[in-house]
């Protein structure tokens, strides 16, 4: 009699799309276009950097020092009268390469510790967190300025190493506590109870589920990066010449960008542009995947 | 004959999300009297809650309402924020479900009743605030009103919160009270407390209730007139007596037939005097903080389940027998006695036994939501334990996953689904096929039907029946409703406080309770028919 009351073959499905729908918003749309040129500038540089004519960031000429636009050099000249545009496309690839590998480091460190402290507990646990709070409550420029200074080459390597060493706490924390809820769900009490090996209901389990405010974290967390090597590289403890990069050009142009705002402005451009687009990238990550928004 | 006090006509609720619109409501008509009690009545998804929350114009911005709602002469579709709120908490208040969650934690549930007091009468003095508020903790039966006022809401129970909530809704002294699942969270004898205190209230006050539920034993307690709903249609309408000795929709009977009743089955067979499958002996969990000291969950607890029989563990909230059920599975600490799987102790079991053991136990949890992996479909869900824990594979992990899902009653194109998509009920078969996959010698059930509605759980019910008669494991049935164990179980342990206060025969139990608390527990199960139900209450105070 109860039979009736029940749908016994599968109804059309439709929440299939998800993503299909997330990418038909305008705010994922945008910045997605605009960090897939960036990111085609990153890795085809030569190619960005020629279209004007005068690709090569590192020919020079001392006599046209921070001459203005002309045709042929969009941005114009910086104070070694070099191409201000060559360097800003040039400069896309360590930004960029900086923000991306001191994530993917960080969040490495973060998902491994934050899962043995969010399913072990216990001393691993205190251990981990304690870690985390030590991380955490270091004063991060200052810490910054003492590891540079005592690393002997400071490339897009060594910088990014040193900021993911200060940027996993926040994403340890986060995985932490999210695996932490996960665990003490049923479906993983179920899956432990079958008997499954703690490899497997970690990987297929707790991991996949935990992940997702994370990610959305870690992508906002490019932006802050790539801000944070500019800051580092203006204040003139980030990458060296011959390395090319935004936050040197920014340096470069401290002295000058009263008589010659441009130096200032395409690199500033570039670096707001680049930031913007990660950060509502995340945003509209975040709320795309909020469950409560998608009953 | 009297003007009703509320008069929906034709009401429709259309929701509206993300450009897809669905009718929740549809036309629906009712009206309440003065002083009368209508019960709303409807599985989840009926549009009851909708109804009622319209009443109060408390509908989220997506929703778009039609139709006309009078309170006596007043219009409410259509008024603006402004003039709802002269309405909203003095001439009708409301009750919600869940009473620890709707009081503030920060203030003490004296500061939070005169709050409400001084709402509806700011002339009133403070010390006329307070003599308000302990007459009103007064009506709905608090025990020395006075020194409670102090007291913050974690320090009551979930009965007595519920009181408080009562009690704060009657400071405006409304013409209309809508109670939305008033009892559903609390246990069954606190839920008999709260429904006396209703009962009353409309006796003494002549408060007119609209209550919201879904347990048609509350219905039978306390309604005057029956609203029946489904679809967000309007079935049935009928005065209490009449809807239970005579249905005249045949949702109406097909609800009233799925709800489980004690005292249908006949007894049992003798039991298997073979050895115990599982075997509880002088459990004690003991549960230690820094702050709170030790907290004994489980105290000195013995029983058996035998090969092929089904045992519940009866008990209301915090009497600690789910803690009994994890201690089975290795999931709760031991801090004394012994737990037997299948002959093996729990405590001190090698990894090689302990395999053996995850073997020969298959657990269905409570919360449907919650205990499948959501990024696993439902074919991968059931073909995981097969394919990892024995090693099936190929064409016979896919007809054992086929076969498994075709006995709860799950075929073709259902396998490729996710959890999300599919409905409470669908959920739970799911996990007692996962459960039984192993081909478990005993199964423990958590609550298994607590969280879905009645025809549903009639559903799933039978077909964890007729897995057991099949597959003939034995089953730790954990559960607060009595009527569902009496349809299911052989044998039934009641719990209270963590101690185990009866443990015997179904039949013995529920009929001859030996027991101050069993019987207590009984008593307070409402039945489906309102005049038995009547003639148990009286009972219940004459004793």
């Known amino acids: 009699m109860t039979e009736a009351l029940f749908d016994t073959t599968a109804p059309a499905r439709s929440g299939r799309g998800m993503w299909v729908r997330i990418l038909r918003r305008p705010s994922v749309i945008v910045p997605l276009a605009a960090l897939g040129l960036l990111l085609l500038i990153a890795l085809l540089p030569a190619f960005f950097a020629g279209l004007f004519g005068n690709g090569d960031p590192r020919v020079c000429d001392l006599s046209r020092s921070i001459d203005g636009p002309e045709p042929g050099h969009p941005f114009g000249f910086d104070v070694q009268g070099c191409d201000v545009y060559a360097n800003v496309i040039y400069g896309t690839q360590s930004s960029i390469a900086v923000g991306v590998l001191t994530t993917v480091l960080s969040l490495l460190v973060a998902v491994v510790l934050g899962t043995i402290a969010g399913t072990r507990g216990g001393w691993a646990d205190s251990v981990i967190s304690r870690l985390t709070d030590i991380f955490l409550g270091f004063p991060f420029l200052l810490g910054a300025i003492v590891v540079l200074n005592s690393v002997s080459e400071r490339t897009v390597f060594s910088v990014s190493l040193v900021l993911a060493l200060f940027s996993w706490p926040l994403l340890a924390r986060l995985v932490r506590s999210s695996v932490r809820g996960i665990t003490g769900s049923e479906y993983v009490l179920a899956a432990r109870t079958m008997g499954l090996s703690w490899w497997r209901v970690v990987t297929r389990y707790i991991l996949p589920n935990a992940l997702a405010p994370v990610i959305v974290v870690a992508t906002i967390m490019i932006g802050s990066v790539i801000v944070s090597e500019s800051t580092l590289t203006y204040l003139g403890i980030g990458l060296e010449s011959p390395a090319i990069s935004w936050g040197l050009q920014l340096a470069s142009a401290q002295s000058k960008f009263q008589l010659a705002p441009h130096l200032l402005l395409f690199p500033s451009i570039f670096l707001a542009v680049t930031v913007l687009s990660v950060i509502v990238l995340g945003d509209s990550l975040r709320a795309a995947l909020d469950p409560r928004r998608n009953t | ?543």
């Open chain 2, 1 to 543: 004959m009297t003007d009703p006090l509320l008069t929906i006509d034709g009401l429709s609720i259309d929701f509206t999300v993300d450009g897809s619109t669905s009718r929740a409501v549809d036309r629906a008509s009712l009206e309440v009297m003065p002083g009368e009690v209508v019960a709303l009545v409807g599985e989840s998804g009926s549009g009851k809650s909708a109804t009622a929350m319209a009443v109060l114009g408390l509908l989220p911005r997506t929703a778009t309402v039609a139709g006309s709602i009078r309170l006596r002469d007043l219009e409410l579709s259509g008024l603006d924020d402004e003039q709802l709120r002269s309405v909203r908490g003095r001439r009708v208040a409301m009750v919600f479900q869940d009473p620890q969650g709707a009081l503030n934690p920060v203030f003490s549930i004296g500061f939070q009743l005169m709050e409400a007091v001084r709402q509806q009468d700011p002339s009133l003095d403070r010390a006329g605030r307070r003599a308000r508020a302990i007459e009103l903790l007064g009506q709905v039966e608090i025990p020395d009103p006075e020194s409670r006022l102090g007291y913050y809401p974690h320090q009551l129970s979930g009965g007595q919160c519920q009181r408080v909530m009562i009690a704060m809704a009657l400071a405006s002294e409304p013409e209309l009270l809508i109670a939305d699942e008033p009892t559903t969270a609390l246990d069954v004898t606190v839920q008999a407390e709260i429904l006396e205190v209703l009962r009353r209230l409309r006796d003494r006050l002549s408060t007119a209730i609209l209550l919201i539920t879904h347990d048609m034993g509350v219905v039978a307690d306390l309604a005057d007139r029956v609203v029946v709903m489904r679809r967000g249609e309007i079935v049935e309408t009928n005065t209490a007596v009449e809807l239970f000795e005579r249905p005249q929709a045949d949702y109406t009977r097909e609800l009233l037939a799925a709800v489980p009743r004690i005292g249908l089955r006949p007894s049992p067979t003798a039991l298997d005097p073979a050895a115990p499958v599982l075997e509880v002996a002088d459990l004690v969990v003991d549960y230690r903080s820094r702050l709170r000291g030790t907290f004994r969950a489980v105290d000195h607890v013995s029983f058996t389940v035998g090969p092929h029989e089904i045992v519940a563990l009866v008990g209301e909230s915090g009497s600690g027998k789910t803690t009994v059920g994890r201690c089975a599975i290795g999931l709760a600490p031991i801090s004394g006695g012994h737990v037997r799987v299948g002959g093996i102790d729990v405590v001190g079991a090698s990894v090689a036994e302990r395999r053996t053991m995850h073997r020969t136990v298959g657990v269905v949890f409570q919360n449907p939501a919650a205990s499948l992996n959501p990024r696993y479909t439902v074919e991968q869900t059931v073909s995981e334990p097969l394919s990892v824990i024995l090693g099936v594979r190929g064409r016979e992990l896919r007809e054992r996953v086929v076969g498994l899902l075709e006995s709860v009653g799950l075929s073709g194109d259902w396998m490729s689904r996710y959890a999300h998509e599919l409905s409470g009920g669908q959920r739970q078969r799911v996990s007692i096929a996962r459960a039984v996959a192993l081909e478990p010698k005993l199964l423990i059930a958590d609550e298994p039907t607590s969280a879905l509605d009645v025809s549903v759980q009639a559903r799933v019910l039978d077909v964890f029946r007729e897995l057991q008669s099949s597959l003939g494991f034995a089953c730790l049935f954990i559960s607060h409703d009595l009527a569902v164990v009496d349809s299911l179980c052989d044998r039934i342990a009641v719990m209270q406080r963590g101690r185990l206060v009866e443990y015997g025969d179904r039949e013995d139990v529920l009929t001859r309770p030996g027991d101050d608390y069993t019987r207590r527990l009984v008593a307070s199960v409402p039945v489906p028919d309102p005049v038995l139900q009547a003639q148990r209450r009286q009972e219940r105070l004459a004793s």
